[in-house]
């Protein structure tokens, strides 16, 4: 097969996806559902293939060979890099389908490029990435959106498909989306930090200043103060160290499979931050309430 080179208007759509949760089902569902629409493209793609230098049962035997190079291939990634690659069936009905998944990548055209190098005229590309950033990691910056390359892009030739495709795609994630992404936003960390980090860390300050008075009776105030503020940086840390394992609990996109110990750790978090803070708010309360009196 020769494709002619020619100038050609395209649409493209792109948009990250974040914020969701998939099973195994939904993403074999979703996979389904682009297969459908790769089908209709390859529909179109054979309608306009009519070279004029080929006998007809070539043109027939290399239309069949387009409608199959339409056929999509996934690509399944799971811990330690490890993949399974293959058709729709073929990937998810495998014994090595991994019990984490850590990213899903689809594109529609790889086949009709790498065996043909063939460019099809309506293709979509799908990344769905569910790894989690590391917690405790000093390295990375609180304030920085949390990385994440979930997208879907989508472009071609035909408007109402391309525009199909995509609507189709965002409709299927808005389904399956939670309340969490502000948690991954820019800049969040910083209204937290002024509004919640900073009281809690004066809190423990004082909750163990008698402590610290007694452990460095005799020294000089340089010294008792010293240890004020280091106290008072240990515990905005801690503070930093409780966004990150929460934005760690709490993916960006997340991928539930039948060994998910994701609700255990929720289940930590949520003791944990109801027996810190709720202490927190009640000594508040409590100062609060005397002031006024």
Not at 86 to 102: A, D, H, L, Q
Not at 146 to 173: C, D, K, L, Q
């Amino acid at each position: 097969m020769e494709q002619q080179n020619q100038a050609i208007l395209t649409t493209e759509l792109s948009e990250q996806i974040v914020a969701c949760t998939f099973s195994k089902a939904d993403l074999q569902s979703l996979c389904e559902k682009l297969q459908e629409s790769s089908y209709e493209a390859a529909e179109e793609e054979i309608n306009h293939y009519m070279p004029l230098d080929r006998p007809p049962e070539q043109i027939l035997a290399d239309r069949e060979t387009l409608r199959s190079g339409f056929e999509l291939h996934v690509a399944v990634r799971g811990i330690g890099d490890k993949q399974v690659v293959g058709t729709i069936p073929v990937v998810f009905n495998s014994p090595r389908f991994p019990e984490k998944v850590k990213g899903l990548y689809i594109d529609s055209a790889i086949n009709l490029k790498n065996l043909y190098n063939w460019s099809p005229r309506n293709h979509f590309e799908l990344i769905l990435d569910f790894t989690k950033p590391e917690p405790f990691n000093l390295s990375l910056s609180p304030s920085a959106p949390t990385p994440n390359g979930s997208n879907i892009f989508v472009s071609g030739r035909n408007e109402t498909w391309v525009n199909g495709v995509y609507h189709a795609v965002m409709e299927f994630v808005k389904n399956r989306k939670t309340r969490r992404r502000f948690l991954h936003k820019r800049g969040i960390y910083d209204v937290l930090v002024i509004f919640i980090g900073f009281p809690f860390a004066f809190w423990i300050t004082f909750r163990l200043s008698e402590w610290i008075n007694s452990l460095f009776d005799g020294f000089s105030v340089f010294v008792r103060n010293g240890a004020y503020v280091f106290l008072f940086l240990v515990s905005l840390n801690i503070f930093k160290a409780l966004f990150d394992y929460a934005r760690w609990t709490f993916p960006i996109l997340e991928y539930k499979g039948a060994t998910d110990t994701a609700r255990k750790h929720r289940y930590f978090l949520g003791t944990l931050a109801i027996a810190v803070f709720g202490n927190f708010l009640y000594d508040l309360i409590k100062s609060m309430a005397a002031l006024i009196q």
